[in-house]
């Protein structure tokens, strides 16, 4: 009785830790599979006035890495269509010689969009930042997001959750390095389960200021 009691009890324990463990994979799946349908191609997208561009790494010499420059690529070209009217770069500037929305910015209006129809987020840290920030800052109720096809989920699931009524467009304009997808794709699992933390606790942006109308 006593060895079928512990044996009940290992089993137990052994189904409850690979619940545990299934739970960020079947969170990021159900998370997926949800906010598809908020997902337009540049053909398909209603027109917006703003587009939310999220940063990513660029390199020492100020070049902007793939994943960044597809992103700036995709609202450069939805602003040429007409689909939006202004931009917000929005990255990390948190060290001196790293400068992710300026980099951006200046990008931007190498390819010919004008100065004063891009808005720089210098405190774009994460996507969570992003969001709270476009609400609170840029005084957003609605938006398209600008990222690749792996990260627009959390995006999305994050903007919607902070109040802000956003869609989101893919930034996938070439086949990315295998490696550096994977590893974007595998970081999106703990990720999309910290997103799901940040809303529930609702904390504000580390880094907030005076509203900045988008005009």
Not at 126 to 131: A, F, Q
Not at 159 to 165: D, E, V
Request: glycine share 6%; charged share 20%.
């Amino acid at each position: 009785m006593f060895k079928s009691r512990i044996k009940k009890l290992l089993l137990g324990s052994v189904l409850f830790a690979l619940l545990l463990v299934s739970l960020p994979f079947l969170w990021r799946l159900l998370t997926d599979l949800y906010y598809q349908s908020y997902i337009y191609s540049q053909t398909d997208l209603p027109e917006h006035r703003v587009a939310v561009v999220f940063g990513a790494r660029i390199y020492p010499d100020g070049r902007l890495s793939a994943m960044l420059q597809d992103r700036v690529d995709t609202a450069i070209q939805l602003y040429q269509t007409g689909k939006v009217e202004k931009l917000i770069m929005s990255g990390d500037n948190r060290f001196e010689d790293y400068d992710e929305p300026t980099r951006m910015a200046e990008y931007a209006i190498q390819h010919g969009v004008p100065a004063e129809d891009i808005q720089p987020d210098y405190a774009g840290r994460r996507t969570y930042d992003t969001c709270y920030r476009a609400k609170s800052i840029f005084q957003l109720n609605d938006a398209v997001l600008i990222t690749q096809g792996f990260h627009l989920p959390r995006a999305l699931f994050t903007c919607r959750n902070l109040g802000l009524n956003v869609v989101g467009v893919s930034a996938d304009l070439r086949q990315y390095h295998r490696g550096s997808i994977l590893w974007s794709q595998t970081r999106e699992i703990p990720a999309m389960s910290l997103a799901l933390v940040d809303v529930l606790r609702r904390q504000p942006a580390p880094v907030l200021g005076d509203p900045i109308s988008i005009e």
